[in-house]
């Protein structure tokens, strides 16, 4: 029978981190697609029409697909400023359209990125839309002074100060979809006005909250296996669903009872999607640091914007 989770899984690991002959064969089989997705890539960088924003941007983004520590990176670099908009897509929501999120928005409206902004950012302007430019000309109109645009590289018709994050560890192959991990070619890390990289331009610091006797690790997330560095010893199994996946409250009591589990160990990110169904929580809070370089050149950034 198909399982639609260990085929996710699969090519997760085929993308970013190939093992078997098969994966490797597949990549070098699809790298003529690969050659042709670049080029409709590249293409729409080259006659981009750049639009200059009404307020500074600052663009926080990745040239991979999933998970790279974005979110948290955004949630530490956007706390040290005031009358700023977090401008994102909202993936993983059931709705459409331009959204402004506050900690009572349901999940389903925002996505759970979105909330998790909302809940750690209580002073900012939190707006999903998938018309990026339009959500950027609403914070101007609500006052805001600046924008800072989740994954926003690729809107290469955006005016804006780009910065890249390099995953950690990066993918095996250096191709673009679908023979690799890479929404764009690699080598467009020197268009980014900013490439920061994990224990050179920041750090992550974890912190177990509300831990218990025994934890079951649930989370859905890009590449789980990132957490493995982070976990207790005294877990009582690991669940992992593919990435956005929304839980019910059913599935997670049934989860605790099979497994004889005190609490569910959970990131913030799945914790959005947890917090009301009333069950034991154990959270591994990702804090950022990030080194004062980095925010130097953004503070010269949103100075020198007229």
Known sequence: MFNKQSFIFWVEEYLFHPTSSLQFFISFLLFPLSIIYSIIVLSKRLFAKKIRPPIPVVSIGNLTIGGSGKTPFLISLAKDYENIAIVLRGYGRSSTGLHVVTKNTRIETSGDEAMLYALSLPNATIIVSEDRLKAINYAHELGCKAVFLDDGFSKSFIEKLDILLRPNPEPKLNFTLPSGAYREPKFLYKNADLVVEENIDFTRV?????????????????????????LPKNLVGKVHFVDHYMYTQNELETLMQKHSATSILTTEKDMVKMKEFGLELS?????????SNVKKQINTFLAKFR
């Open 206 to 230: 974890v912190t177990l909250k509300n831990p218990t006797e025994h934890m079951l690790l649930v989370t859905a997330i890009s590449k789980p296996q990132r957490l493995d560095q982070y």
């Open 283 to 291: 959270i591994l809070e990702l804090k950022v640091k990030i080194n």
